[in-house]
């Protein structure tokens, strides 16, 4: 098992940057892909990017495609959600999870494939 604290949020302007980090807990953190997703209120949960076990592979949803990057370090046990050329329709809530099913290439979209969720970080886009 692993726990997930995220941080990072916070409110920024239309066009600016903000980083995301979510720290795991655990000596296994290399053996989980790793994603992000977001979340507004009554709207479902929307994938944003994934990363495999070794940080070799990388997805990322549409909305996000050239504006985000997301990288790991396994030594620090922790994934990093880069944030730039940030709109307001990016204001959600951000969730890491944790995804133990992963092979080491294949990345999965879907936020049922992961086991193990942070408590969520609110990034609010102001104009």
């Known amino acids: 098992q692993v726990q997930l604290v995220e941080s990072g949020g916070g409110l920024v302007q239309a066009g600016g940057s903000l980083r995301l980090s979510c720290a795991a807990s655990g000596r296994t953190f290399s053996r989980y892909a790793m994603g992000w997703f977001r979340q507004a209120p009554r709207k479902e949960r929307e994938f944003v990017a994934a990363?495999?076990?070794?940080?070799?592979?990388?997805i990322y949803g549409d909305p996000v495609k050239s504006r985000f990057t997301i990288s790991r370090d396994n030594a620090k046990n922790t994934v990093y959600l880069q944030m730039s050329s940030l709109k307001p329709e990016d204001t959600d809530v951000y969730y890491c999870a944790a995804d133990p099913h992963a092979s080491m290439i294949i990345l999965s979209r879907m936020a049922g494939e992961y086991d193990y969720w942070g408590q969520g970080t609110q990034v609010t886009v102001y104009t």
């Open positions: 990363i495999s076990r070794s940080g070799g592979s990388t």
